[in-house]
């Protein structure tokens, strides 16, 4: 059964560093054709593609985000990271990882809130 | 990048009958491998997005036949049969062939 979770900071403020952990289960992300992503979801808005992580370290960033975006992984504890740099207001979003780039497996998002 | 847009926004449909909605991509959605990466989410409210359709018209796990996709290179459709109360919300369209990957703005689903 695969399963994927999110965790982050909750709130935080303009400025910092948003830092998220995906945890997941029922896959390896040593696997050959393994994939990681993350998107966002602003409230009543659409989806936003933010990474992408693969099993032989493959990463792809969104442009629009520059580079502020971090993503990482830890396949010995089947975990998969991500990092925005300098947040602000327009970052406030529920963030999702998923698995492959077809993003077969959703997690339930975490809501992240910037605010000072 | 590669805009994907969604046409219509919104969508009212009676119980038991048919919908499609398109999704047309700014560029060929064709890799250099020969694949082509369209997939389908619907989104209930309150929830994570679902895949229903990858690469066109393959049916995810548990998707029932209800669903189907077709098309090809820019110009790409979802057709559901027999509307279910279940079967409401927001379907987004997604292209995975390219970075950045990109959805469309979604289609809302709502009974007539």
């Known amino acids: 059964q695969v399963t994927l979770k999110e965790s982050g900071p909750g709130i935080l403020q303009p400025s910092q560093t948003l830092s998220l952990t995906c945890s997941f289960s029922?896959?390896?992300?040593?696997?050959?054709?393994?994939?990681v992503s993350w998107i966002r979801q602003p409230s009543g808005k659409g989806l936003e593609w933010l990474a992408t992580i693969c099993w032989e370290d493959s990463k792809g960033y969104n442009p629009s985000l520059k580079n502020r975006l971090t993503i990482s992984k830890d396949t010995s504890n089947n975990q998969a990271f991500l990092k925005i740099t300098s947040v602000d207001t327009a970052d406030t979003a529920i963030y999702y990882c998923?698995?492959?780039?077809?993003?077969?497996?959703w997690g339930q998002g975490v809501m992240v809130t910037v605010s000072s | 990048d590669v805009v994907m847009t969604q046409t219509p926004v919104s969508l009212s449909v009676s119980l038991g009958g048919q919908v499609s909605i398109s999704c047309r991509s700014s560029q060929s959605l064709v890799h250099n491998n020969g694949n082509t990466y369209l997939s389908w989410y619907l989104q209930k409210p309150g929830q994570s997005p679902q895949l229903l359709i990858y690469?066109?018209?393959n049916r995810f796990s548990g998707i029932s036949d209800r669903f189907s996709g077709s098309g090809s290179g820019t110009d790409f459709t979802l057709k559901i049969s027999r509307v279910e109360p279940d079967d409401l919300g927001v379907y987004y369209c997604g292209q995975g062939t390219q970075y950045p990957y990109t959805f469309g703005a979604g289609t809302k689903l709502e009974l007539k």
């Open positions: 998923a698995r492959n780039w077809f993003l077969d497996y």
């Open positions: 690469k066109v018209s």
């Open positions: 029922g896959f390896s992300l040593s696997t050959s054709g393994i994939c």
